[in-house]
C-alpha cells in the first residue's frame, strides 16, 4: 500500500487500493487506519490516502542500514585498491557520501567525508548513480578527472537491483586511476554491496 501510494502523487482512493492490491476495501480500510495511527499516511477531505510525513522518519533510518552492509565491501575495496572508497546516494539533485573508507597502508590519500556532497552531474559517484538511471544500459563504470578536486580521478558503478535505492560506489585518488583494473573491482564492490543488502 505505501508503495503504491508512493508511486501516486494524486492520492488513491479506498476503492483504487482495494482494486490495485486485490483486497476487500475492509483490509484496506483496517490497513489505512493502521498507518494513519503512525503517521505513515493521512487521508485528505476528498478522502483520498496519500504518504504521511512519518516516513520521512524511516527513511533517515535507510542510511545507517546501506552504511552498514557497504562497509565490508568499501574496506576491502579501498585495501586492494590503495584509494579511497565511498558509498554515495541520492539526495535531492546531489550525490551525498553516506559511506567512506580511508586505505591503511598508503603514504597518502584522498580525505573524503561523509557527509560530503556534489551535484549528480559532477564527479564519477553522481554520474554513475544517474547512468544507473538507464533502463539497463548502463554503463558498469563511470571515470572522472578532476570535476570536483583538480587532480581528483575517480572511478564509480552504480548499485543496481536495489529497489528504491539511488547510488554508486566508487573509488577517489590523487593519482591516475587505471580504469581497466580498477574499473571492474568497483563493479565487484557494487555487487558485493547489493547482496549483502539482499
Known amino acids: 500500500?505505501?508503495?503504491?501510494?508512493?508511486?501516486?502523487?494524486?492520492?488513491?482512493?479506498?476503492?483504487?487500493?482495494?482494486?490495485q492490491l486485490g483486497v476487500n476495501r475492509t483490509v484496506v480500510y483496517r490497513l489505512l487506519a493502521t498507518l494513519e495511527q503512525h503517521n505513515l499516511v493521512r487521508r485528505a477531505p476528498d478522502g483520498r490516502a496519500r504518504l504521511g510525513l512519518g516516513v520521512l522518519q524511516l527513511a533517515?533510518?535507510?542510511?545507517?542500514?546501506?552504511?552498514?552492509?557497504?562497509?565490508?565491501?568499501?574496506?576491502?575495496?579501498?585495501?586492494?585498491?590503495?584509494?579511497?572508497?565511498?558509498?554515495?546516494?541520492?539526495?535531492?539533485?546531489?550525490?551525498?557520501?553516506?559511506?567512506?573508507?580511508?586505505?591503511?597502508?598508503?603514504?597518502?590519500?584522498?580525505?573524503?567525508?561523509?557527509?560530503s556532497r556534489h551535484p549528480l552531474d559532477r564527479g564519477a559517484a553522481g554520474r554513475a548513480i544517474l547512468a544507473g538511471r538507464g533502463n539497463g544500459e548502463a554503463p558498469p563504470y563511470v571515470v572522472s578527472h578532476g570535476e570536483l578536486q583538480p587532480g581528483a580521478h575517480g572511478i564509480a558503478a552504480p548499485l543496481l537491483g536495489v529497489p528504491g535505492v539511488e547510488a554508486s560506489v566508487g573509488v577517489v585518488a590523487l593519482g591516475e586511476l587505471d580504469p581497466d583494473v580498477i574499473g571492474p573491482r568497483v563493479v565487484k564492490a557494487a555487487e558485493e554491496i547489493v547482496a549483502a543488502l539482499g
Do not use: I, K, N
Not at 1 to 19: C, D, F, K, N, W
Not at 92 to 104: F, H, I, K, N, Q
Open 60 to 115: 533517515r533510518r535507510v542510511q545507517p542500514l546501506l552504511r552498514d552492509a557497504a562497509l565490508p565491501a568499501l574496506r576491502s575495496l579501498a585495501e586492494e585498491v590503495g584509494a579511497t572508497a565511498h558509498l554515495t546516494v541520492v539526495d535531492g539533485g546531489d550525490a551525498l557520501a553516506v559511506a567512506v573508507v580511508e586505505p591503511s597502508w598508503t603514504d597518502y590519500h584522498v580525505a573524503y567525508r561523509v557527509g
Open 1 to 19: 500500500m505505501l508503495r503504491l501510494l508512493a508511486e501516486t502523487s494524486g492520492g488513491l482512493t479506498v476503492t483504487e487500493l482495494a482494486g
